[in-house]
């Protein structure tokens, strides 16, 4: 069946320097992801939204500078934090929608996500 | 525009007795809904969804849920918690005509006591 995995699972880093999340789907063409955050205790807020070979569109209060999101292919997309700070911890969570190999229907997959800590 | 209001940010629960996480929404068309757990530190499981089928939608876990149009609820129930149940769970909403944009409510925990 299909699955959507997140690369790393958790990363830390220094502020100031970049970091690159991976979301890659398997038997999935993720036509369509969407990129969310999730402060602890707290719900999951969407970034923003990426549609294969577009560029994303951006939820108001989401520097798109900052936050770079590439989806180039229909089983990848990856997002930057671009010079990191403390306040950009967070769990970053990506969610693929697209065709299954084995179904015709539009499905949903969440990936496991990724706990990002900035020091 | 769509939006979901978990009543409840804390449930607490004795094993054995039943679960009630409450859950209503807005939206300006037919909507379908989720309710998804998320245990700590861990990804979102999808526990269950209505599509405009069958007003009462039964999950894993032994989870379910009705919908109310009247009421424009969607509480999820389980007859008899377990402790494994102990988590995060989160009411969400999708209008059709969004690109599947989910609407997340600001969740709820259960904690399941012995």
């Known amino acids: 069946g299909a699955v959507v995995s997140q690369h790393p699972s958790w990363v830390i880093c220094k502020s100031g320097t970049s970091v690159k999340i991976e979301c890659r789907s398997l038997?999935?063409?993720?036509?369509?992801m969407f990129w969310y955050r999730q402060f602890p205790k707290q719900s999951l807020m969407l970034m923003a939204t990426?549609?294969?070979?577009?560029?994303?569109?951006?939820e108001q209060g989401v520097e798109k500078d900052k936050f770079l999101i590439n989806h180039a292919s229909l089983t990848l997309s990856t997002l930057t934090v671009t010079s990191a700070h403390p306040e950009d911890s967070s769990f970053y969570i990506c969610?693929?929608?697209?065709?299954?190999?084995?179904?015709?229907?539009?499905?949903?997959?969440f990936g496991p996500g990724t706990r990002l800590t900035v020091t | 525009a769509q939006s979901v209001t978990q009543l409840d940010s804390h449930v607490s629960v004795s094993e054995g007795t039943p679960v009630l996480l409450r859950c209503n929404y807005s939206?300006?068309?037919?909507?379908?809904l989720f309710w998804y757990v998320q245990h700590p530190n861990k990804g979102l499981q999808l526990l269950l969804k209505?599509?405009?089928?069958?007003?009462l939608v039964k999950g894993i876990n032994g989870f379910e849920a009705e919908f109310k149009k009247s009421e424009t609820s969607f509480h999820l129930t389980k007859p008899s918690a377990h402790m494994s149940d102990a988590a995060e769970y989160f009411c969400?909403?999708?209008?059709?005509?969004?690109?599947?944009?989910?609407?997340f409510g600001t969740g709820t925990r259960l904690q399941v006591t012995l």
């Open positions: 969400v909403v999708s209008d059709p005509g969004t690109a599947s944009k989910l609407t």
């Open positions: 990426s549609n294969e070979g577009s560029k994303a569109t951006y």
């Open positions: 969610r693929a929608v697209g065709l299954a190999s084995d179904s015709p229907k539009t499905e949903q997959y």
């Open positions: 038997d999935f063409q993720a036509t369509t």
């Open positions: 939206s300006s068309y037919s909507p379908s």
């Open positions: 209505y599509t405009s089928a069958a007003t």
